[in-house]
């Protein structure tokens, strides 16, 4: 069948659609020739079948919640570590800090970028492609003030717990 990131959303939902409508023809058709045979137990059926989708629904909304804090946690831990490092660039000696800033700033609006418009996996995968070669020359900026200076030690720049 393939990955499903590959069909349209409406697509996607047109046949979810239609299967549902045509198990519920089924159902109906079923039910009209079991008649009577099976009556006694349908409010039975009825109250288990309920109850797993209550089920279903309740541990849908415990998943999508606990995902939605782990993204939230990660977008905010993410931008401290933006903040702190842009921050201590500022510390840098002159040329370097000016470019640091500027890489930073690239960094935060390719971050952006991700988050802001629906992207097609492909892009999705250039943009993050483009924010590691950004680490990348952050780093040997990083690394090209301390080979300058040795008392300097700049890698606390780029990790942000660091003391």
Do not use: C
């Not at 201590?88 to 960094?107: I, S």
């Amino acid at each position: 069948m393939g990955d499903l990131y590959e069909y349209s959303l409406s697509s996607l939902f047109l046949v979810g659609l239609a299967v549902t409508f045509i198990a519920t023809e089924v159902g109906r058709r079923l039910g009209r020739i079991v008649g009577s045979r099976g009556g006694d137990n349908v409010g039975t059926l009825e109250g288990a079948v309920l109850g797993m989708l209550a089920l279903m629904i309740g541990f849908t909304f415990a998943m999508a919640l606990a995902r939605f804090d782990s993204r939230r946690d990660a977008v905010l831990n993410e931008a401290n570590a933006i903040g702190t490092t842009a921050l201590r660039a500022r510390t840098l000696p002159q040329p370097h800090n000016v470019e640091v800033l500027k890489l930073l700033r690239e960094y935060l609006k390719v971050r952006l970028d991700i988050t802001q418009h629906v992207a097609s996996r492909a892009e999705v995968a250039a943009m993050i492609g483009r924010s590691n070669e950004l680490q990348e020359a952050l780093w040997r900026q990083a690394m090209s003030v301390s080979a300058k200076d040795n008392a300097m030690v700049p890698t606390g720049l780029f990790y942000p717990d660091a003391k």
